[in-house]
């Protein structure tokens, strides 16, 4: 019914995870990142991914809501990463909010969303922290399909999967129909 990953790693990397980040232990040499999701979550969708990260965070504000919604992205440390896919990223608050007025409010809002980047090709729809190795604007907004559709409800099997891919692919068209893609 929830999940909390504690993760210790060089003092040098961060630890993106699900939920919310609720402490940074210092361990001399070493940290301990402790995240702590309270919603319920499938297995597959537990995720922990560790790098030289910044922490390049903004907040969405979705209509009807009377908070914000954080967006907490760990980018490579590397001086060209953040400006090279800062335009793309700084567009999912619009995507949050399109969404939230379309289908239903964020599932996760209490928590955050997020991406963390790895070292492989397309995105895997982590539940509130979408693990991204390609950033651009049709595969952020594909992911956070996922999270209306394939996070928060799952398929029984993995036969029926093509039901969560269908509609997170449908939410990718949504957004470049319907929001303005030339800012990315």
């Not at 999701?37 to 910044?54: G, H, M, P, R, T």
């Not at 594909?142 to 997170?168: K, M, P, R, Y």
């Amino acid at each position: 019914d929830s999940v909390y990953v504690f993760v210790t790693t060089d003092a040098a990397n961060k630890v993106g995870s699900n939920g919310l980040l609720t402490a940074i232990v210092d361990l001399g040499t070493k940290k301990r990142y402790e995240w702590k999701s309270k919603y319920v979550i499938d297995y597959y969708l537990i995720s922990v991914a560790v790098a030289k990260y910044v922490d390049y965070s903004f907040y969405a504000h979705p209509v009807g809501m009377t908070d914000s919604i954080l967006i907490q992205n760990y980018i490579y440390d590397n001086p060209a990463t953040l400006t090279n896919f800062k335009s793309v990223i700084d567009q999912t608050d619009d995507l949050i909010e399109f969404f939230s007025e379309k289908f239903t409010m964020y599932p996760f809002a209490d928590e955050k969303y997020g991406h963390a980047m790895a070292p492989f090709g397309g995105g895997m729809e982590h539940q509130t922290m979408t693990t991204l190795g390609v950033i651009n604007f049709e595969v952020v907004a594909h992911e956070l399909g996922h999270q209306w559709f394939g996070d928060q409800v799952t398929c029984a099997t993995w036969s029926d999967i093509w039901v969560n891919e269908g509609f997170a692919t449908y939410t990718a068209y949504l957004a470049l129909q319907y929001l303005d893609t030339t800012k990315a």
